[in-house]
Each structure stands twice: as structure tokens, then as C-alpha cells.
């Protein structure tokens, strides 16, 4: 039986930026990497509405092809063909997998729009937070998406965590991470910065510019005294135009990999 896909080329690790809307529309996803770039074979219900979705949207100067093949066992292929990822001391695999590595080990089922640890943003987040102690701190994950960084909080003995995120398809997707880690105690709430309560010894804030530029105000408020925001998910074009969102907070550390950056905040001395 043939099915129509969408196959989009997009640069490597862009699937883990794009909009809910994106994956809302788009179906099962399978991902092949070809060289720098990353081929997205989607699998949309209503492939019209997709395609119209797609020239409306940021990918719609990016190439885009119909295809027409026959039905195959996807399951089976993403089992066979997921890799772990390993970030400094931490191995992030799926829950199929074992690795007999050293350090610490996240299970994530690896998903369409919340995180598996292959974004360089991911990446950089994690590297940054094994540079602050994070034992015994309060720690909110902002956007958290499947919690990847919320249970890393958790592994380098965080004495709580709240995961928050404003779409309800993440908390779906963050309560399955939890189970896999054996993660009761983590708390997962559905709400933007300004739906937040408290103040956090340590805020971590995987986004994008604009969300970052809409509520710096808000996402200062939520770092307590003497506490840290490490903030990832910015392209370099808005690269220098960061650290004075969230002046008065003294820029400690900056990190890069390729055109991603992450910055380390802290507030008060």
C-alpha cells in the first residue's frame, strides 16, 4: 500500500527547534542524517495542509519534496537505528538500549518535538550545568519539553525540580521521561513564566530569543538571591544581544557550539 510523505532538508539538529505546530500537522517523522543536514521523511494525515502550512512557515525556503512509497515498520527501524548520546559524563539512551559506560544516565523515549539530547542547545545546556553545583538547590526547568534537563538537575542532586512547560503535549511527554528514570518526586506543571509562583536557586531556560526577549522581566524574577539562569537556544545573530536582557544579573560564562550559544547568569554577588 502506498503513502504520501513530505521530505524536508533542514541543517542538523533544527528539528528539535521547530514549532508544535510543525509536529502537530506532519505526522510520524523518521530522520536521516546526509552529511551537515538533517532529512525530515514526514508522514502527514492531510498532506495538503501540511504543505500549505510549510510555505507559510520559517522552512518556507527550505527544499520540500512529495514522495509516494510503500507502507514500512517504522517502530522497528528507530529501535534498530537510535543511537545513544553522550554529553560529557552523561548518556542519554532510549529505553530499548544499555550502555555499560561510565556516569550518570538519562532513558528518554526518543520523540518528535521535546528533546533527546541532539540539539546543540541540549548539548550546551548540559555541559553548562555540570559547571554549577547543583546540590541541594531549587531548580525550575523553563520549557521543558521532555525533561531532559529537569532529571540531569535531578542527577547531580538537585533537592527539587519542577518542570514547566506551556504546551500539554510536553507534560504528556515529560511524564513518560519520569516514569523511564524512576522520577516520582520531579513535579511537572502546563504554564508560561508568568503563571510561576517562587523564586528558584538555580532556573534553567532552553528557548529562543524572541520567548527570551518577551519575558526577560518575568524569568529574572523566578532567580533568587544569589542564584543562577543558564540560558541556551540562541542563534548567533542574537548572540550579543542577550546578556542585556537580563541586566542586572552579571554574565558569568559563555559557551558555543557551532552557531548556538548558552550564557551563564548570576544574580547579586
Request: positive net charge.
Amino acid at each position: 500500500m502506498s503513502i504520501a510523505r513530505v521530505d524536508i532538508l533542514v541543517e542538523k539538529g533544527s528539528d528539535e527547534a521547530l514549532e508544535p505546530d510543525f509536529y502537530a500537522l506532519s505526522g510520524g517523522i523518521w530522520l536521516e542524517e546526509q552529511g551537515g543536514s538533517l532529512l525530515m521523511k514526514c508522514y502527514p494525515p492531510d498532506a495538503k495542509a501540511f504543505l500549505a502550512y510549510l510555505r507559510a512557515s520559517r522552512l518556507s525556503q527550505v527544499p520540500v519534496a512529495m514522495v509516494h512509497e510503500e507502507e514500512r515498520d517504522y517502530v522497528a527501524l528507530v529501535r534498530q537505528h537510535f543511537t545513544p548520546v553522550r554529553i560529557g559524563s552523561v548518556t542519554i539512551l532510549p529505553p530499548w538500549r544499555k550502555t555499560k559506560r561510565k556516569g550518570a544516565v538519562l532513558i528518554i523515549e526518543p520523540g518528535m518535538a521535546f528533546g533527546t539530547g541532539r540539539h546543540e542547545s541540549t548539548n550546551l545546556m548540559i555541559r553548562m550545568m555540570a559547571d554549577v553545583d547543583m546540590g541541594g538547590k531549587r531548580v525550575l526547568d523553563l520549557g521543558s519539553g521532555s525533561a531532559i534537563l529537569a532529571l540531569y538537575a535531578r542527577l547531580l542532586g538537585a533537592r527539587s525540580v519542577v518542570a514547566v512547560d506551556n504546551d500539554p503535549l510536553a507534560g504528556i511527554a515529560a511524564k513518560k521521561s519520569c516514569s523511564l528514570n524512576r522520577a516520582d518526586d520531579l513535579l511537572i506543571a502546563c504554564a508560561g513564566p508568568e503563571g510561576i509562583k517562587g523564586r528558584f536557586d538555580i532556573l534553567l531556560a532552553n528557548l529562543d530569543f524572541d520567548t527570551f526577549k518577551r519575558h526577560a522581566r518575568e524569568i529574572e524574577r523566578l532567580v533568587d538571591d544569589k542564584g543562577y539562569l543558564i540560558a541556551s537556544g540562541i542563534e548567533t545573530q542574537y548572540e550579543a544581544r542577550v546578556a542585556p536582557l537580563f541586566k542586572p544579573m552579571a554574565l558569568v560564562r559563555k559557551r558555543r557550539m557551532r552557531d548556538w550559544h548558552a550564557f551563564l547568569f548570576r544574580r547579586g554577588r
